[in-house]
Nanobody, 115 residues
Framework: QVQLVESGGGLVQPGGSLRLSCAASGFTFSIYTMGWYRQAPGKQRELVADIRSTDSTNYADSVKGRFTISRDNAKNTVYLQMNSLKPEDTAVYYC?????????WGQGTQVTVSS
C-alpha cells in the first residue's frame, strides 16, 4: 500500500524549532522527489521545500535559511527541520512524493506557532 505518514507537528513559540518526519512505504522511495507543502487557513497550498533523488534541494523564499529538508533513503523517510519559526509558518504541513506522473500525499500534520 502506497502511503506517507507525517509526524512531528505541534504547538511552538515564535523563535522555536520543530522537526517534521514523513515515513514512506509501498513505493521506491529513493527515486522520488520528496517535498513538504503547507496550507494555511484561507490560503492555497504552497511548496515549502523539496529534495530530489540526487539530493539537490529547493526552498520557498519565505523559509530559506530557516528550514532544512533532508532524506534518509535507508529509512524511507524525509525530514523538515524548522528553526526560527514565525507565526506566519502556522499551517497544515503535507508530505508529497513525486515521480513522473505519480503523486502521493500524506494526511498532513498541524504546525502552530504562537505565544
Amino acid at each position: 500500500q502506497v502511503q506517507l505518514v507525517e509526524s512531528g507537528g505541534g504547538l511552538v513559540q515564535p523563535g522555536g524549532s520543530l522537526r517534521l518526519s514523513c515515513a514512506a512505504s509501498g513505493f521506491t522511495f529513493s527515486i522520488y522527489t520528496m517535498g513538504w507543502y503547507r496550507q494555511a487557513p484561507g490560503k492555497q497550498r504552497e511548496l515549502v521545500a523539496d529534495i530530489r533523488s540526487t539530493d539537490s534541494t529547493n526552498y520557498a523564499d519565505s523559509v530559506k535559511g530557516r528550514f532544512t529538508i533532508s532524506r534518509d533513503n535507508a529509512k524511507n523517510t524525509v525530514y523538515l527541520q524548522m528553526n526560527s519559526l514565525k507565526p506566519e509558518d502556522t499551517a497544515v504541513y503535507y508530505c508529497n512524493a513525486a515521480y513522473k506522473f505519480s503523486r502521493v500525499w500524506g494526511q498532513g500534520t498541524q504546525v502552530t506557532v504562537s505565544s
